[in-house]
């Protein structure tokens, strides 16, 4: 059983719903925002090992969300951000990677690959403690 935290920033509420309860019966420990202010906000203050973040949402984008992240300096500079949005086009995927995003996923969310992902992408990390 895992303990690492992600950061679930989406504006509808029932698809923080959803991946409140995929995130949580994988072990994860759970934290949400409903717009891109709030998740910046949170990410500086509880630095998550992962944050899946919707890109169109009020207040501030993704696109912002994750601009500013990438200028922070040590852990949450390089923090793994899963882009999640209803764009599937080819030319939508190359965007979200050249704007720092490390992943991709489209809605509706497939509820069996989002926890591989997951998985997947913290192997990566090397552990932190947060600031």
């Known amino acids: 059983m895992t303990t690492e935290t992600i950061l679930v920033v989406e504006d509808n509420e029932q698809n923080r719903i959803l991946m409140r309860q995929i995130l949580a019966y994988h072990g994860y420990t759970v934290l949400e925002a409903a717009d891109g202010l709030t998740g910046l906000e949170m990410a500086r203050e509880h630095q998550p090992a992962l944050i899946l973040l919707d890109i169109q949402m009020p207040v501030m984008n993704g696109f912002a969300v994750i601009r500013e992240l990438r200028k922070q300096p040590g852990y949450l500079g ?7 949005t209803s764009f599937a086009m080819k030319g939508d995927r190359e965007k979200v990677f050249q704007a720092g995003f490390d992943e991709f996923v489209t809605k509706p969310i497939d509820t069996r690959k989002l926890p591989e992902l997951i998985k997947q992408i913290l192997s990566q990390v090397e552990p932190h403690e947060p600031a």
């Open 78 to 84: 390089k923090c793994k951000v899963i882009a999640v």
